[in-house]
């Protein structure tokens, strides 16, 4: 670990909170396009991951992804007026929170579907090596994805072919209001990994260093052709979604959670080693909410989508679009239609 | 009778079903301890048990698939999808498994399941979790569809799927959840399979089903208040259907309109609209019109999700176009 490198990672942690404190309050302001809302908190440390990635490799995320999409470069104020539904966000205001992509950071799409997404990184692994090109692709996922067969049928074909694949579980110990261990009748999941012949991992994800060391190791495997699986433990912070709050969990595991903060270990071990004075962390706080801030502002401000444009993108630019319904009602019912 | 929301009535739905049957049992996602994403199923586990009421992994396609063999053995599972947008996730088992097994087996073993979902936009929800998908269900030889618009239907039809030889995929709407209205437990509105005319007219017929239903009947308001008397029939069971009531109905008006929230291609309004034309074609004074969701998936932009479905103002607009012959400012 390289002084310098660490204190990026923790800068880019303390961007995505904030990010995510700004999509709450984008909710709370009655701007976010929808409730659906999944907010990454607790989960920073998949920066760890993120930065063990290169420039031209690709991923997909879950539902809840804002926090990988901001660790391979999102321009936070085109994330956050996606989110709000703006025609200048990332998807054209189509896509929302649980839809962001963009392929020019190698983001092929964030899925509402549990487990939707992940396939998608088999197939862009024949790419990467059918093109020979170092490149890796990862699949970001929750721990509800465990249960989701297309998983396995991936994971088979990942191994299968040798591809330079990885498979991310962001393991927050709940898929909604379930817990991992009524999701699952054995919880170790890296020896299912194991099992299909993949290189299996799971770090503290309370530690975004041990992340970024297993990542590390993993990501190097997989440009060779021997895909991996990581799991980052973790804990989600918050609600599932805006509404949700939690009944189905005490406070004390709450707090117990919460202890187990990303941020505070990093900025704990930045200080004790000496990286970075607590002005240097406090500056890099100060930074980040506002960034947000505008990122937030500019969301709010920037203007809605042209109620014409949702006929766009249906199928590619230069075909026709789809017949919208008063063009149909025209046809049928004007006086020229009749004579 | 009692004022309740369509989400009560449901859960009263279940909780009668299964005092009355033990067979009846439920699966699916946080259908238990949380209760069900939008509420309906609370408090269900500690009135019936973990044993009957069932919280699964997210695994859709084996719990419909566990629901199809439950039923095959004699119990009656009440398999919940959270959105209908994942019942792709489950086709093999509803459409290979669950609609086929009766006739590919030749009549020895039926699915008497019911499979619970909802679907719908309003919620901002983007394209993966607002769509109106019952056309794939209604292509479907062998399973049942119905899709409620009434709190008094969505507990009696509930109750009545839950009585039936065979699947039934039973479609809520996300935005009637909070909806009040009259529950009469005693007094269903209709018979199984028989649709409901929920207001009277003369000028033409407006034939819809689930949310739309409530923007048919504001535009009818808004019609009479033209002049113009709009029948409003309610479908409610897309399959079976008895159509003899709307060959009548469309007789009788020579004008009729099928209202759907769906993409209107390939839709069940569309087959509905045929299936009117055929029969009904010396009686027309205008051709039957389908009214529904525009042809794309739904954007997350809350303008032109909502943009992109009919609304009362549509319907009235295509009403007074059909029976008085003027056009709607925006037919310009
Ligand atoms: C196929 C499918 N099933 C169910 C859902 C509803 N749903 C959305 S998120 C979620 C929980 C997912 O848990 P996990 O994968 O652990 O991700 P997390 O929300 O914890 O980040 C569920 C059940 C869905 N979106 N897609
Ligand atoms: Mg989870």
């Known amino acids: 670990m390289t002084n310098t490198a660490a204190l990026q990672r923790y800068r880019t942690m303390r961007r995505i909170r904030s990010f995510e404190e700004r999509v709450g309050e984008l909710f709370l302001k009655g701007q976010s396009a929808g409730s659906m809302l999944h907010l990454s908190i607790g989960e920073e440390a998949v920066v760890g991951m993120t930065d063990a990635m290169r420039p031209g490799d690709t991923f997909t995320t879950h539902h809840r992804g804002h926090g990988v999409f901001l660790g391979r470069g999102a321009d936070p104020a085109r994330m956050m007026a996606e989110i709000a539904g703006k025609e200048d966000g990332y998807c054209r205001g189509k896509g929302g929170s649980m839809h962001i992509a963009d392929r020019a950071l190698g983001h092929l799409g964030a899925n509402a579907i549990v487990g939707g997404g992940i396939p998608h990184v088999v197939g862009a692994g024949i790419s990467c090596r059918n093109a020979g090109s170092g490149q890796i692709s990862v699949a970001f996922f929750g721990d509800g994805a465990m249960s989701q067969g297309i998983l396995y049928e991936s994971m088979n074909m990942a191994a299968l072919w040798r591809l330079p694949v990885i498979f991310c579980c962001i393991n927050n110990q709940y898929g909604m209001g379930t817990r991992v261990d009524r999701s699952a009748g054995h919880c170790d999941f890296p020896a299912r990994a194991e099992a299909f012949g993949l290189n299996a991992a799971r770090a503290d994800g309370a530690d975004v260093e041990a992340v970024h060391d297993a990542a590390g190791a993993l990501t190097k495997a997989a440009r060779q052709g021997r895909p991996g699986y990581l799991e980052i433990d973790a804990y989600r912070f918050f609600g599932h979604a805006r509404m949700d709050k939690s009944p189905y969990r005490t406070p004390e595991e709450e707090a117990g959670g919460r202890a187990r903060d990303p941020l505070g270990t990093a900025r704990a071990r930045l200080a004790a080693e000496g990286i970075a004075s607590e002005a240097d962390l406090g500056g890099i706080d100060g930074d980040a909410a506002a960034e947000m801030d505008l990122a937030l502002a500019h969301a709010i401000a920037a203007t809605p989508p042209a109620l014409s444009s949702m006929f766009e993108d249906v199928y590619a630019p230069g075909t026709p679009f789809p017949r919208p319904q008063a063009d149909r009602l025209r046809a049928i019912l004007s006086e020229g239609a009749r004579a | ?332």
């Not at chain 2, 301890?33 to 309906?40: E, N």
């Open chain 2, 1 to 332: 009778m009692i004022e309740t929301t369509c989400r009560e009535a449901i859960r009263q739905a279940l909780v009668d079903a299964m005092t009355a049957d033990p067979s009846v049992i439920l699966i699916g996602e946080e259908v238990g301890i949380y209760g069900g994403a939008y509420g309906v199923t609370k408090g269900l586990i500690d009135l019936f048990g973990a044993d009957r009421v069932i919280d699964a992994p997210i695994s859709e396609s084996a719990i419909v698939g566990a629901a199809v063999g439950a039923a095959m053995t004699g119990l009656r599972p009440v398999a919940e999808l959270m959105y209908v947008d994942f019942i792709g996730m489950t086709m093999d088992q509803l459409a290979n498994q669950a609609a086929k097994s009766r006739y590919m087996f030749g009549g020895q073993i039926g699915v008497p399941m019911v499979l619970r979902t909802q679907g719908g936009t309003g919620r901002s929800a983007a394209a993966q979790h607002s769509q109106s998908l019952e056309a794939w269900v209604f292509h479907t030889p062998g399973l049942r569809l119905v899709m409620p618009a009434t709190v008094n239907d969505a507990y009696h039809l509930l109750r009545q799927s839950l009585t039936q030889p065979d699947p039934v995929v039973f479609i809520e709407h996300k935005g009637l959840y909070t909806m009040k209205g009259a529950l009469d437990v005693a007094t269903p509105d209709g018979a199984w399979g028989q649709p409901v005319v929920r207001r009277q007219g003369g000028d033409l017929v407006i034939l819809t089903y689930s949310r739309m239903l409530h923007e048919a009947l504001a535009a009818a308001g808004q019609l009479a208040a033209q002049g113009v008397e709009a029948c409003v029939i309610d479908l409610r069971c897309l399959n079976p259907l008895d159509e003899a009531p709307l060959i009548e109905a469309v007789k009788r008006t020579g004008r009729a309109m099928v209202v759907t929230e769906a993409a209107v291609t390939g839709s069940v309004a569309s087959d509905i609209a045929a299936r009117l034309s055929e029969v009904c074609f010396d009686w027309l004074e205008e051709p039957i019109l389908r009214l529904g969701g525009e042809d794309i998936p739904i954007p997350v932009s809350p303008a032109l999700e909502k943009g992109s479905i009919p609304s009362a103002d549509l319907i009235r607009d295509a009403a007074l176009w059909l029976v008085l012959r003027k056009a709607p400012p925006w037919a310009a």
